[in-house]
């Protein structure tokens, strides 16, 4: 009993690895490709030369008898359909010619490029003259079913007409445009500049990640590229900040450590240690630097002025200096302590250091909103 089990598990996987199963399925073009697969390493198996001897004239027939049905109908795209079929018939082909103990089974295996290559010119000319239609009508809906179209156009005959050129128009005309503002920055006796913030929200937006049919400009960008109408515009806007708001705190504290060895005595000539109790006067500094802000977003419809979207994000960077002194004993100081009287108060960083921290949690929720808001535009 314990030799019959795998040999049931060949068994099976022989079977399924035939194409017999997909066979079974009317999987008839899966079949083809699982049996020449196995054929090809295995030129003797016999499950898969049967399979394949059968699949094929089924598939062969499925696919003939569906370009028959479309070339009598009335579908729109019935060429491309057919192009389609044409194509599986062919890849069934080039696969079996590639395979010699397949040409065993099927030496008359039938290529079919000629009646491919005329159903692709047909396919082209219904999906050029249905890309230019679409194009006619005028709205960004219609200029993407265009560009669909077209590129369907270039994968079936490359640069048919003026394809490429078809392409980038409708592309054009269905990509959203969308200008991003310049961030006011009203703190000029600060120093600070808004450019960092600027410059990783272009450089987010130019990365991607969104509908292929939405592009975001710079207002230099908008203006060197002539685009004096775009679709939206972003508009960031700080309602209040304040960088650099000073706090220092100050506590005093009284020490004591018992049992401490405070000096030694001389007993009968032995010398033992004396234990008392140390203390000390411990201060702590902390001086804090709190920064924060409130950036306001809006989108808005450039044609109507419609707001389509506003978000407020707040933003918040905490900047700490810590040290110590101390007065009496240091040995009434615990380890932490004692590190902290090593310390001296840090030089406090410039303020534009202190607005790109906190406006960091803040860039962060407005890629997160613009990411969501053109995702599926």
Sequence with gaps: MKHLIPLFLILVLSACSSG?????????????????????????NKKARETLKKAYPMAQKVNLNRIKRLKSSQDRFKWDMITSS???LNQMYEQIWRCPACLEILPNVQNYRSEFEQAAVLAADERYDAGIEELQKGTREAAIDAYGHFQRVQQ?????????????EARYYATLKVVI????????????????????????????GFNEFVRFYSPVEANNEGLDQPDHVIVLQFDDFVVGQTY?????RQLKQDSVVVGTVDVDGETKDVYGTV?????????????????????????????L????????????????????????????QLAKIN???????????????????????????????????
């Design 20 to 44: 017999k199963k997909q066979f079974e399925k009317g999987n008839y073009e899966a079949s083809v490709s699982t049996a020449v697969n196995r054929l090809q390493k295995s030129p003797g």
């Design 86 to 88: 044409y194509a599986r």
């Design 156 to 168: 079936l005959r490359p640069n048919y007409k003026d394809t490429p050129q078809k392409i980038e």
């Design 181 to 208: 503002d310049q961030i006011p920055v009203h703190s000029r006796s600060l120093g600070l500049s808004h450019e960092f913030f600027q410059n990783q929200l272009y450089e987010f937006v130019q990365r991607g």
């Design 248 to 252: 220092v705190k100050e506590s005093t």
């Design 279 to 307: 203390e000390a006067e411990y201060t702590e500094y902390a001086k804090y630097l709190d920064s924060r802000g409130l950036l306001d977003m809006k989108i808005y419809d450039a044609r109507t002025n419609k707001v």
């Design 309 to 336: 979207l506003q978000r407020k994000m707040p933003g918040e960077y905490q900047w700490l200096s810590e040290w110590a002194s101390f007065n009496g004993d240091k040995r009434a100081l615990s380890r932490e």
């Design 343 to 377: 310390l001296k108060e840090a030089p406090s960083p410039p303020p534009q250091f202190l607005f790109e921290q906190f406006c960091s949690p803040i860039y962060d929720q407005a890629v997160g909103h613009i990411r969501r808001f053109y995702r599926n535009y």
